[in-house]
C-alpha cells in the first residue's frame, strides 16, 4: 500500500504562487493515474488537476492557465505548481493516486490565500 505525503502549503498574498509536492512512500508507476483535489470549508471535495499515463492532462476551469500538474515517476512525486494564486483558491488541497480499482489519499495540506 502506497502512502503519500503532501508538502508546500501556507499562505500567500493573491498573486502569488506556490508549489504543491506530493511523495510517494513507494514507486509510482507510469500506468497509475494521479491526481490533486481541494477542499474549501462548507463545500466538496472537487478535481483541481489530474494527470495520466503518457503525461496527458486535464484541469478544473477555474485553474486553467495558472496550475500545472506534473509527475516525476524516477522520484516518486508529483508535483503542482500554483501561479496567480486568488483568494477562492483557498482550501485544503490534497493528492490522490488510482491504480486499477484501488485509490490512494494524501492526509492534505493548507493553502490559505489573502486577498
Known amino acids: 500500500q502506497v502512502e503519500l505525503v503532501e508538502s508546500g502549503g501556507g499562505l500567500v498574498q493573491a498573486g502569488g504562487s506556490l508549489r504543491l509536492s506530493c511523495a510517494a512512500s513507494?514507486?509510482?508507476?507510469?500506468?497509475?493515474?494521479m491526481g490533486w483535489y481541494r477542499q474549501a470549508p462548507g463545500k466538496q471535495r472537487e478535481l483541481v488537476a489530474r494527470?495520466?499515463?503518457?503525461?496527458?492532462?486535464v484541469y478544473a476551469d477555474s485553474v486553467k492557465g495558472r496550475f500545472t500538474i506534473s509527475r516525476d515517476n524516477a522520484k516518486n512525486t508529483m508535483y503542482l505548481q500554483m501561479n496567480s494564486l486568488k483568494p477562492e483558491d483557498t482550501a485544503l488541497y490534497y493528492c490522490?493516486?488510482?491504480?486499477?480499482?484501488?485509490?490512494?489519499w494524501g492526509q492534505g495540506t493548507q493553502i490559505s490565500v489573502s486577498s
Open positions: 494527470i495520466f499515463s503518457g503525461g496527458s492532462t
Open positions: 513507494g514507486r509510482i508507476f507510469s500506468i497509475d493515474v
Open positions: 490522490n493516486l488510482n491504480r486499477g480499482a484501488a485509490g490512494t
